[in-house]
């Protein structure tokens, strides 16, 4: 069976050496051109945001499986509570899932601004690169997911994810679309996608040279954690 890393483990300090990195995203581009849902203007020759987002909220996963408190109460949220007004939830699961492709899919998640990631078998899931990647606003509800991938996006997630209370939204106690309305005003959503726009490569691998990579950020990452270790226990290091 799997651990239990909600409920009363939804606390990071109880796992000290679980480490992760990010799953690649399904979503690629080389590294000398805009993301996918950008543009180049021929005037400016600046990036502009050309990809409508005309949902709000997008969920797609199955919800027997991980964080089931928190993935059922998404269900009930969007199919139930939002059913007058699909454009605040779209709901996609394990049938929609399968009837969809997963190019599909990634078109769903550019044509939204918040992107709903409750935790998998795992804290983390790979649906959160794909949404980064996207430029779609992940919403976490764990604080063992937020503290997932250290190296590859602690300098920048401030502005570039929304973490939600998990018991009061497991309870009920929580409206999704009220919190996100209310908490990030329509200022503020451009901010959040700018900065995921700066550092979405960090989550995909290229098979090109790319500075700003995966495989760059982790292999920075473990240069880093080694001279750290090699320094604190006191051995001398090669300059």
């Known amino acids: 069976s799997n651990p239990d890393f909600y409920d009363s483990k939804n606390d990071s300090t109880l796992f000290p050496n679980l480490h992760s990195i990010p799953y690649p995203s399904s979503l690629h581009w080389k590294h000398d051109q805009p993301a ?5 203007n021929p005037k400016t020759h600046e990036e502009d945001t050309t990809q409508a ?4 909220m997008l969920f797609v996963g199955a919800v027997d499986h991980g964080d089931l408190q928190v993935r059922q109460q998404i269900k009930y949220q969007c199919v139930n509570r939002y059913r007058r007004d699909p454009k605040k939830c779209t709901f996609k699961g394990r049938i929609a899932m399968k009837l969809s492709s997963r190019t599909r899919l990634q078109s ?7 992107c709903l990631e409750p935790g998998g078998d795992s804290p983390w899931r790979k649906s959160i690169s794909d949404s980064v990647a996207s430029g779609c606003i992940p919403v976490l509800f764990s604080n063992l997911t937020d503290a997932a ?20 939204f497991a309870q009920g106690k929580i409206d999704l679309y009220t919190l996100l309305h209310t908490t990030m005003p329509p200022q503020l959503i451009p901010i959040f996608q700018d900065t995921i726009d700066q550092h979405a490569r960090r989550f995909q691998y290229s098979l090109d040279e790319d500075a700003n990579d995966g495989i760059r950020i982790l292999l920075e990452g473990m240069k880093r954690e080694t001279m750290l270790r090699t320094d604190s226990q006191g051995f001398c290091r090669t300059p």
């Open 36 to 40: 996918p849902w950008k543009t180049l």
């Open 53 to 56: 987002r005309n949902h709000f």
């Open 108 to 114: 769903e998640k550019m044509s939204a601004r918040f």
């Open 149 to 168: 991938w250290p190296w590859f996006w602690n300098d920048w997630k401030a502005t570039g994810r929304i973490l939600v209370p998990r018991h009061e």
